[in-house]
């Protein structure tokens, strides 16, 4: 198990950015792939975006890409996510989360570590 805390939401306007971080304690961060969720009121988890263990490959969804970056500093057991040009449909409550071994990246059943979740309100 690692422990996950996410920092960095808030309240913006549409266009704007926030730079959403997970703190992770554990020992096998740097060997773990990394992700983050959303969910929206009466709207289900969803996928964002994905980190491999070594940031050599990530993944986005298609409602995010070109928008939101998903970065990590191993060294440092911290994952990020870059978000610009927000909109409103961007509100959510935001979580990192841990992947198991395998299994896809964009499916909320393959984490098996989450923060506690950060709060991110876009108004237009």
Not at 47 to 61: E, G, K, L, R
Not at 63 to 72: A, N, W
Request: aromatic share 12%; with cysteine.
């Amino acid at each position: 198990q690692v422990q996950l805390v996410e920092s960095g939401g808030g309240s913006v306007q549409a266009g704007g950015s926030l730079r959403l971080s997970c703190a992770a304690s554990g020992r096998t961060f740097s060997t773990s792939a990394m992700g983050w969720f959303r969910q929206a009121p009466g709207k289900e988890r969803g996928f964002v975006a994905a980190i491999n263990w070594s940031s050599t490959s990530t993944y986005y969804a298609d409602s995010v890409k070109g928008r939101f970056t998903c970065s990590r500093d191993n060294a440092k057991n911290m994952e990020y996510l870059q978000m610009n040009g927000l909109l409103p449909e961007d509100t959510a409550v935001y979580y990192c989360a841990r992947r198991r071994t395998s299994g896809s990246y964009y499916y909320a059943g393959n984490y098996d570590s989450w923060g506690q979740g950060t709060q991110v309100t876009v108004s237009s």
